[in-house]
T-cell receptor, first 119, second 111 residues
Framework: GAVVSQHPSRVICKSGTSVKIECRSL??????MFWYRQFPKQSLMLMAT?????????EQGVEKDKFLINHASLTLSTLTVTSAHPEDSSFYIC???????????????FGPGTRLTVL | KQEVTQIPAALSVPEGENLVLNCSFTDSAIYNLQWFRQDPGKGLTSLLL?????REQTSGRLNASLDKSSGRSTLYIAASQPGDSATYLC??????????FGKGTRLSVIA
């Protein structure tokens, strides 16, 4: 299967700072990437859909000015949590879709996640 | 909007038992359905993907079935092992829309 990486895997920051999380598709091109958030013992909730070269589409209730998404290339999307607060502490998981692979067409592949802790 | 329900929410079984995890979804017009495994604090591992035209998919001790018309899927785990302990998530996929997840079933297999 295709590989998606995330960096960093874990980050601890002070309240009020900004944190950037990178998501990369390593062996395929992803025109679309998705960002999910998961609170303890809860399911994955979609935050936004990121399309290469255009603005991200945010789900209802997700603040686009707080969670900045940039998808500048076919293999990289970034999520920046601006002015982070303790309630932003969560597990952030990215996913990339391979529209070019014959075997994996339209399948979503997931990164290993980033654990954000805001003090 | 697609809604996914997984039953039971938690399950504890002795090692060696066969077990069934259930998933139901409200919109049956799906493209495919995936079952994932998630270990505590980790990302998702894809277990099985069933296309809408398929009724079953098997991988080792895992067998997933899909009844698209009734909006149901089951994951059967044979001869469970302690290493199977994890949260299992199902996610139906509609066209080009992103995957929608249930809350999962937390499985604990006791040696």
């Amino acid at each position: 299967g295709a590989v998606v990486s995330q960096h960093p895997s874990r980050v601890i920051c002070k309240s009020g700072t900004s944190v950037k999380i990178e998501c990369r598709s390593l062996d395929f091109q992803a025109t679309t990437m998705f960002w999910y958030r998961q609170f303890p013992k809860q399911s994955l909730m979609l935050m936004a859909t990121s399309n290469e070269g255009s603005k991200a589409t945010y789900e209802q209730g997700v603040e686009k000015d707080k969670f900045l998404i940039n998808h500048a290339s076919l293999t990289l999307s970034t999520l920046t949590v601006t002015s982070a607060h303790p309630e932003d502490s969560s597990f952030y998981i990215c996913s990339a879709r391979d529209l070019g692979g014959k075997r994996t067409y339209n399948e979503q592949f997931f990164g290993p996640g980033t654990r954000l802790t805001v003090l | 909007k697609q809604e996914v329900t997984q039953i039971p929410a938690a399950l504890s079984v002795p090692e060696g038992e066969n077990l069934v995890l259930n998933c139901s979804f409200t919109d049956s017009a799906i493209y495919n359905l995936q079952w994932f495994r998630q270990d505590p604090g980790k990302g998702l591992t894809s277990l099985l993907l069933i296309q809408s035209s398929q009724r079953e998919q098997t991988s080792g001790r895992l067998n997933a079935s899909l009844d698209k018309s009734s909006g149901r899927s089951t994951l059967y785990i044979a001869a469970s092992q302690p290493g199977d302990s994890a949260t299992y998530l199902c996610a139906p996929k509609e066209g080009n829309t992103p995957l929608v997840f249930g809350k999962g079933t937390r499985l604990s297999v006791i040696a």
